[in-house]
Structure formats: C-alpha cells, structure tokens
C-alpha cells in the first residue's frame, strides 16, 4: 500500500470513527426526548425541545457521514479542478440552454462563487446562484475527467508557513477539521471548503498563499503530490 492509498485509509477509518461517535450521540439524545415526553415546557423548562433539537442535529449528521462514507466506498467521481463540465442552466425550473464549463481555479470562466459551489458535486447534482436577484439553477449533467495540473481535491501538499515549520494537508471532498498519521507523519485533512484550501487550489510547488485568519499568514508551497 503506498502512501496515498494509506491517507485514504486512515481517512475513511476517522469518518468511520466519527459516524459511531454521531450515532451514540443520536442515541443518547433520543432517548432524552423520550424521558422528557411528560415535561411541560415552560420559560423555565424547555428540556424537552433543547434535546429534540440536539436529537435532530446528531440524526442530521448521521445521514451526511453516511452519506459521506458511501461515496468514498463506491469511489464516486466528483468535479475536480480542471474536469470539463456540462451544466444544464434553468431559471424558474425552466430550461434555458446547457453550458461547457472548465472548472479553474484561475483565469476561470466561471465566478469564485460558482467555481466553489461546483467544486466537488456530482452528476445530477444541482446548484443554485442567486444571480442580479435573481436565482439560477445549474444541474449537473456530465463530467469529463481533465488532469490538475497543481493542487486539487485528494491532493496531498506540503506548505512551510513563515515560521520556517512545515506540515502536510489532504485536501478531502467530504469532512475535514481530520487529524490522521500515515507512515509516522501526521496529515490534516482539510475540506474543500475551508479557506486555506480554497487559497491553495489550483496553485502549484514553489508558489505562495496568504490566508487571513486574525491576521494574513504566509505560506510556501514546498510540494504538491496527486
């Protein structure tokens, strides 16, 4: 098993890992429901509707890491960077015309916003904008697989911050916030959606991000490997 097929692994155990932890939670939660069916909610007590929301919210997550887990197993393709898309654009639920779009994270063809939204679907999945006040739907309707040529989702990447300390992150299309260890080194999975991996995408070694978190912080890109 070389290196990225371990990252995948140790992955799909945390997901496994987080799933049970979720489900317990879901149970316990329920059944604090049930015990407080009998309760009156007053402004004082409000017992039985905190731990009904708790009880949805644990149920909410069950499905998504469910959901999550399923995809990964299947290997279901997703957009990367650099796949062409064909996008069937409706307004009011009305066809209007089908798009080819190439998904880049520079110099691309579509807005940052639809770029995003884009970015990890799957086919027959849709994906509303709200555009001049008005809002747009696209669906999804065929992906054609092109090569990243820098950092994209499943990449693993290297960065030294200005510190001179270095780390490695997984870039991921479902749960980040993931803590792993492969061969002795610990990998911090990070969504597509969080800001430094959104900053990093598309970008290549030797280049250099800057996230703001409470202050701008500066990054090298030491290596990029798919």
Not at 86 to 94: A, F, I, M, S, Y
Not at 149 to 164: C, F, K, N, P
Request: net charge negative; proline share 1%.
């Amino acid at each position: 098993m070389d290196k990225k097929e371990l990252i995948q692994k140790r992955y799909m155990e945390a997901i496994q890992k987080k799933l049970e932890k979720a489900r317990s939670s879901y149970e316990i939660a329920k059944n604090d429901t049930i015990e407080a069916e009998g309760r009156m909610v007053t402004r004082y007590d409000s017992t039985k509707t905190e731990t009904a929301w708790l009880a949805d919210g644990y149920l909410e997550e069950v499905k998504e890491l469910e959901q999550c887990i399923q995809n990964l197993q299947t290997q279901k393709e997703y957009a990367n960077v650099a796949d062409i898309l064909l996008l069937d654009e409706l307004k009011n639920g009305e066809y209007q015309k089908t798009l080819s779009y190439t998904l880049l994270a520079e110099d691309s063809p579509v807005s940052n916003t639809l770029f995003s939204a884009l970015l990890g679907c799957m086919v027959g999945d849709s994906v509303v904008i709200s555009s001049s006040k008005q809002k747009i739907e696209y669906q999804i309707r065929e992906i054609q697989k092109g090569k990243p040529d820098g950092a994209a989702i499943g990449s693993l990447i290297t960065l030294e911050d200005e510190y001179g300390d270095s780390d490695q992150y997984y870039i991921v299309n479902y749960v980040g916030g993931i803590e792993i260890e492969a061969e002795g080194e610990i990998i911090y999975c990070l969504s597509k959606q969080a800001p430094i991996a959104q900053a990093l995408l598309g970008k290549k070694e030797e280049d250099r991000i800057e996230v703001t978190a409470k202050e701008v912080i500066t990054f090298h890109i030491l290596k990029v490997e798919e």
